[in-house]
């Protein structure tokens, strides 16, 4: 059995004793069935370029993903260099095999709580370059799966995005990433030239019907539940050729597996060919308030529209030894920048590690020459 495979095998007895310690609980992390040097939490572009980066750079590492990206209904990625147009599901495939191939290891599987556990440094600071290098801990974390399993970290990143709170227009859901859309630079191009619908909910429709009017002369604002238009904003959408249409969206208008239209309250349907919604962004962030971490509010103007974990440009938060990185903690990152925001924590993970490392080394370097010192007095010399 190679190294890896033994390594997803978790005796399960000692992890299931450890995870039913208290809060603050005072343990070695030797104590649980397996550990890594990191667990990242979710396998979209950010944990995946998370643990090919440390990966590459010899950390033991474990990807834990329930299998729901939140781009599943987009035939197709964008803005994505190099990989323009790519199915989402072969961009994870490819991510997959990527991090796998450089000794990560990526498990499906739902992690259902994470726990900080405390705990005292052990030997090894010296030790061997590589995977497993320097098995010290400033500090650890217990990672509970839906399965029963308990896996040990030495550090946390967590990427589990956001969810999209639509709006309640029925039939809305089910066009969601089809030609249902919210974001003119992941599909905007695909619907140019078409006949627009922009469902205001908030101040920003607006701001959206601008953006949509880019690509295509045909652009309609619908009130829906959105604020009473200002003088300034009505002149602005006139100014561009923007239809406003005023009243509530009930329903939309289907037929061939193709929108057609939406209706109005008054029974009136208005051909469409796409339809912009903007969704409430809500942060994937419980595992995260579990450890004691607050979600913060983004808004616009004095709409509040998504939230998100805060943290440094690393991805580092408030809790020691926990980054987070993608959409949980950017409500606006598309999938490049979401990978380029895993990259950026996995090195600077890397990094925290290396330090820890050797400030340990450096103690038990200092510990071996005082020994040689008091030995040599012992001899007399």
């Not at 796998?100 to 030790?127: C, D, F, I, K």
Request: proline share 4%; net charge negative; glycine share 12%.
């Amino acid at each position: 059995m190679s190294t890896a495979e033994a390594r997803c095998t978790v005796p399960l007895t000692a992890a299931r004793s450890a995870s039913r310690g208290g809060e603050g609980t005072v343990m070695a992390l030797q104590q649980v069935g397996e550990e890594y040097d990191v667990v990242v939490v979710g396998g979209g572009p950010a944990g995946l370029s998370a643990a090919v980066a440390l990966a590459r750079s010899r950390r033991s590492v474990l990807v834990i993903d329930a299998g729901e990206p939140r781009n599943s209904a987009a035939g197709h990625a964008h803005n994505y260099l190099g990989r323009e147009g790519v199915v989402p599901a072969q961009l994870l495939s490819d991510g997959r095999a990527e991090a796998v191939g450089y000794g990560a290891e990526v498990l499906t599987g739902r992690v259902t709580s994470l726990r900080t556990v405390h705990q005292h440094p052990g030997a090894n600071a010296g030790g061997r370059a590589g995977r497993g290098a320097g098995r010290v801990r400033d500090h650890g974390f217990l990672v509970q799966l839906q399965d029963g399993r308990t896996v040990a970290a030495r550090r946390l990143l967590v990427t589990t995005g956001l969810a999209d709170q639509l709006p309640a227009v029925p039939g809305l859901a089910q066009r969601w990433g089809r030609d249902v859309l919210h974001c003119p630079y992941c599909h905007g191009w695909e619907v140019r030239d078409q006949a627009i619908g922009v469902l205001a909910t908030a101040a920003a429709g607006v701001h959206q019907a601008q953006l949509f009017r880019q690509l295509s002369a045909t652009v309609t604002l619908f009130t829906h539940s959105g604020p009473t238009l200002s003088v300034e904003e009505a002149e602005v959408l006139a100014a561009r050729d923007i239809t406003v249409v005023e009243g509530e969206v009930v329903d939309l208008v289907v037929d061939d597996d193709r929108l057609r239209g939406v209706r109005l309250e008054s029974g009136k349907v208005v051909p469409l060919q796409a339809l912009v919604a903007a969704p409430f962004f809500a942060a994937n962030a419980d595992l995260l308030t579990g450890l004691g971490l607050v979600v913060s509010e983004m808004r616009m103007g004095d709409d509040v529209v998504a939230t998100y974990v805060a943290a440094d440009p690393s991805g580092a938060t408030a809790v020691p030894g926990v980054w987070v990185a993608g959409n949980v903690a950017n409500p606006q990152a598309q999938v490049v920048s979401s990978a380029a925001a895993g990259l950026t924590a996995g090195a600077a993970i890397n990094a925290d590690l290396i330090a820890e490392e050797t400030r340990v080394a450096v103690t038990a370097h200092r510990a071996r020459l005082g020994d040689q010192h008091d030995r040599k007095e012992d001899a007399g010399e």
